[in-house]
């Protein structure tokens, strides 16, 4: 599909170059129907060509146009007649002629689905699987401290990991599916071992100069054996009519989520999240900062009650050397009870902020395998002492993908 866009519009800079004299200044729509086309809007750049069809071409330049319009929507048989009609009654010359040739020997664009997957498999270390309490001892009401249980302390051990990812177009006009299967399992702490799977959808559309995004997603999370969680989640990316520098995007994300636990009461919780999102990206690096807060409504008798909160991210990604590929990612979580977690147990109000710093290397060993090294930390601080907890984990994985 690329292949055929990129020949489309290389069409397009030599047709522009041969009616440069008389094409309209004040708005070019071949430019802007092939920019549509090249990112993905088919229906709006069958708008443009509808407006360039009503205005009436003038002379060979804007038919050629037109015809390359339809040529890149797949239309083959109305771009084969504006050819001919070109040919036969505008004597083009040469350089639109060589165009003309050149897209018919390699055909009209025609879309086909695309896919994508991937297959992982990884070994690695946990110091902290259950997220056990950094400090053995809680201090009770009456100020005397009380040593935690042993299952309530860190417990490390090694793991292994196999992961797989799906995703397929359905249409030209960039609706897809999506899928992903996650299984954990610890050498020692069973109690731990996990396997999730999530399937999704995605539809792109507008909303007057708005570019929108939305998607729908749908899973479930199993622990030790026993289905755990339950989720679902509608999800909306809006990136407004803004003039950035060359490179960069800004999108605003909102999104509502419900988790359903089925081992725990009380437990089960609606999200919701409004996210401001700046990307950046150029031949080596790829950038992203994110700003956002959350509100998590839960049970009623949920301890500690509702709680709201601030997230931030920082992702970059950098081409190190021939091959070597660079990671480095920083997230931020705070949140804040609305009500005191435990009363009679525990009189406060939980108040948790959690810092996750990740950093991976990862360098191809063919051109459909990637070897991958991953660490991450994870540092929970709370104002309740029994559940902050330190973690880190080190882990080397391959990674085996197609399309």
Same mark, same amino acid.
């Given at each position: 599909?690329?292949?055929?866009?990129?020949?489309?519009? %290389?069409?397009?800079?030599?047709?522009?170059?041969?009616?440069?004299?008389?094409?309209? *200044?004040?708005?070019?729509?071949?430019?802007?129907?092939?920019?549509?086309?090249?990112?993905?809007?088919?229906?709006?750049?069958?708008?443009?060509?509808?407006?360039?069809?009503?205005?009436?071409?003038?002379?060979?330049?804007? #038919? /050629?146009?037109?015809?390359?319009?339809?040529?890149?929507?797949?239309?083959?048989?109305? +771009?084969?007649? /504006?050819?001919?009609?070109?040919?036969?009654?505008? +004597?083009?010359?040469?350089?639109?002629?060589?165009?003309?040739?050149?897209?018919?020997?390699?055909?009209?664009y025609r879309w086909k689905p695309q896919s994508v997957w991937s297959l992982s498999a990884a070994y690695g270390y946990d110091s902290n699987v259950n997220q056990g309490a950094s400090f053995p001892y809680y201090t009770d009401g009456n100020g005397l401290p009380i040593e935690l249980l042993p299952e309530y302390?860190?417990?490390?051990?090694?793991?292994?990991?196999?992961?797989?990812?799906?995703?397929?177009?359905? !249409?030209?006009?960039? !609706?897809?599916?999506?899928?992903? $299967?996650?299984?954990?399992?610890?050498?020692?702490?069973?109690?731990?071992?996990?396997?999730?799977?999530?399937?999704?959808?995605?539809? *792109? #559309?507008?909303?007057?100069?708005?570019?929108?995004?939305?998607?729908?997603?749908?899973?479930?999370?199993?622990?030790?054996?026993?289905?755990?969680?339950?989720?679902?989640?509608?999800?909306?990316?809006?990136?407004?009519?803004?003039?950035?520098?060359?490179?960069?995007?800004?999108?605003?994300? %909102?999104?509502?989520?419900?988790?359903?636990?089925?081992? /725990?009461?009380?437990?089960?919780?609606?999200?919701?999240?409004?996210?401001? $999102?700046?990307?950046?990206?150029?031949?080596?690096?790829?950038?992203?900062?994110?700003?956002?807060?959350?509100?998590?409504?839960? !049970?009623?008798?949920? *301890?500690?009650?509702?709680?709201?909160?601030?997230?931030?991210?920082?992702?970059?990604?950098?081409?190190?050397?021939?091959?070597?590929?660079?990671?480095?990612?920083?997230?931020?979580?705070?949140?804040? %009870?609305? +009500? $005191?977690?435990? *009363?009679? $147990?525990?009189?406060?109000?939980?108040?948790?902020?959690? /810092?996750?710093?990740?950093?991976?290397?990862?360098?191809?060993?063919?051109?459909?395998?990637?070897?991958?090294?991953?660490?991450?930390?994870?540092?929970?601080?709370?104002?309740?002492?029994?559940?902050?907890? !330190?973690?880190?984990?080190?882990?080397?994985?391959?990674?085996?993908? %197609?399309?």
């Amino acid at each position: 599909m690329k292949n055929c866009l990129s020949a489309l519009l %290389g069409g397009l800079l030599l047709s522009c170059a041969a009616h440069a004299q008389q094409a309209p *200044p004040e708005d070019d729509l071949y430019l802007r129907a092939m920019q549509s086309i090249a990112d993905g809007r088919q229906e709006d750049a069958s708008q443009i060509l509808d407006r360039m069809i009503a205005q009436g071409p003038r002379h060979a330049g804007e #038919w /050629l146009d037109l015809a390359m319009v339809q040529c890149a929507l797949g239309r083959n048989s109305d +771009a084969e007649t /504006l050819f001919a009609r070109i040919e036969r009654e505008f +004597a083009p010359p040469q350089g639109i002629r060589d165009i003309i040739a050149q897209q018919r020997l390699q055909g009209c664009y025609r879309w086909k689905p695309q896919s994508v997957w991937s297959l992982s498999a990884a070994y690695g270390y946990d110091s902290n699987v259950n997220q056990g309490a950094s400090f053995p001892y809680y201090t009770d009401g009456n100020g005397l401290p009380i040593e935690l249980l042993p299952e309530y302390k860190p417990h490390a051990d090694h793991y292994k990991v196999l992961s797989g990812d799906y995703l397929r177009e359905l !249409d030209a006009e960039g !609706d897809l599916v999506f899928a992903q $299967v996650h299984a954990r399992q610890y050498r020692h702490e069973s109690a731990y071992n996990s396997a999730s799977l999530f399937a999704g959808a995605e539809h *792109p #559309w507008r909303a007057a100069r708005w570019q929108m995004r939305s998607s729908a997603l749908v899973g479930m999370l199993t622990l030790g054996g026993v289905l755990y969680q339950q989720q679902v989640q509608a999800q909306l990316r809006a990136a407004p009519p803004l003039t950035l520098p060359k490179g960069y995007d800004f999108g605003v994300l %909102g999104s509502v989520s419900y988790t359903s636990y089925k081992t /725990l009461t009380h437990f089960d919780s609606a999200t919701y999240e409004l996210r401001n $999102v700046l990307g950046y990206r150029n031949d080596r690096t790829q950038a992203q900062a994110a700003l956002g807060y959350q509100y998590d409504h839960g !049970d009623s008798d949920r *301890p500690g009650g509702d709680r709201g909160g601030l997230s931030a991210r920082l992702y970059a990604r950098h081409m190190l050397s021939a091959g070597l590929q660079g990671e480095f990612e920083l997230v931020g979580q705070q949140w804040r %009870g609305r +009500a $005191v977690y435990s *009363p009679g $147990v525990i009189e406060q109000t939980r108040h948790q902020n959690n /810092l996750v710093l990740r950093a991976v290397l990862s360098y191809p060993l063919q051109r459909d395998q990637t070897v991958q090294l991953e660490w991450r930390q994870v540092r929970n601080r709370e104002n309740i002492s029994i559940f902050q907890y !330190d973690s880190h984990q080190i882990q080397l994985s391959w990674r085996w993908s %197609g399309l």
